[in-house]
């Protein structure tokens, strides 16, 4: 599975901005797709998933209500709607395949077998 992860930048304190993630590849249809992230200095961090199976959602608590995951299942794409950014949410963010689908195994990096290259999301005045 291949993953290409699109529309990072710059943006304002209270902003909105959507990430993009194309996986392509045998089977990508079966994989559960969620976005981590990771500010300097600091490990990467789950952020939100969507299971492959059930389609339900998961999120980190510092996200919940303002973070939005969904998939397009026709063009195998998942977007991350980000809303009221705050400065604490500067970080290179990365889209992730995972074979798993329960919350313990998708908030879990180390469930991942496929990564994206990594977008910069950056929230300053």
């Known amino acids: 599975v291949q993953l290409q992860a699109s529309g990072g930048g710059l943006v304002q304190p209270g902003g909105s901005l959507t990430l993009s993630c194309a996986a392509s590849?045998?089977?990508?249809?079966?994989?559960?797709l969620g976005w981590f992230r990771q500010a300097p200095g600091e490990e990467r961090k789950f952020v939100t998933a969507?299971?492959?199976?059930?389609?339900?959602?998961y999120y980190a608590d510092s996200v919940k209500g303002r973070f939005t995951i969904s998939r397009d299942s026709a063009k195998n794409t998942v977007y991350l709607q980000m809303n009221n950014l705050r400065a604490e949410d500067t970080a290179v963010y990365y889209c992730a395949a995972s074979p798993y689908y329960s919350y313990s195994d998708l908030t879990s990096k180390i469930k991942y077998d496929y990564w994206g290259q990594g977008t910069l999301v950056t929230v300053s005045s």
């Open positions: 969507k299971s492959y199976r059930d389609r339900r959602t």
């Open positions: 590849g045998r089977s990508a249809d079966v994989y559960s």
